[in-house]
């Protein structure tokens, strides 16, 4: 379990000291660099801080205590999936599927754009609002009820 995020890319922050991340195998590597990071997110980016540069890391390890205490969220594991969930609002913020022995964090879906509602029909908009649609309104008007 990983007690900080870490990452293979280049922080922009300087670390001067020579503290080495122990591994599960016992492999030694250095920390290059401490940084922050925003993990964008469909609603608010996920704040990362102290993000370890650990040049010789294959992937980019997130640490569940760190990303609680970090941010208002809950992280609820499954069998083969995780999701990170924002306390107010309860929106899933990240998802994450297992592979093997490490869960890898699926992309952010694309965005709606924002014309799409321009074209759906004005009944359907009616209906969605509680107003009657064009066929009632003919009704009532050939019926002078209007």
Not at 33 to 42: D, E, F, K, S, V
Request: hydrophobic share 35%; proline share 6%; with cysteine.
């Amino acid at each position: 379990m990983a007690v900080s995020h870490m990452t293979p890319d280049n922080g922009k922050s300087v670390y001067s000291g020579n503290t080495l991340v122990k591994f599960g195998n016992g492999t030694l590597l250095p920390i290059m660099h401490i940084g922050q990071y925003h993990l964008p997110t469909q609603t608010h980016p996920l704040r990362l801080s102290s993000v370890l540069h650990v040049p010789k890391l294959q992937h980019n390890l997130l640490s569940a205590r760190q990303l609680y205490w970090d941010n208002n969220c809950s992280i609820v594991f499954y069998s083969s999936s995780v999701r990170v969930k924002d306390n107010i609002v309860g929106d899933v913020l990240l998802q994450a599927v297992r592979s093997g022995p490490v869960y890898t964090v699926l992309p952010l879906p694309k965005s709606v754009p924002a014309n799409v509602a321009l074209t759906e029909s004005a009944d359907i908009w009616h209906c969605r609002l509680g107003h009657c649609g064009t066929n009632v309104q003919e009704i009532l008007k050939k019926n002078s009820s209007v």
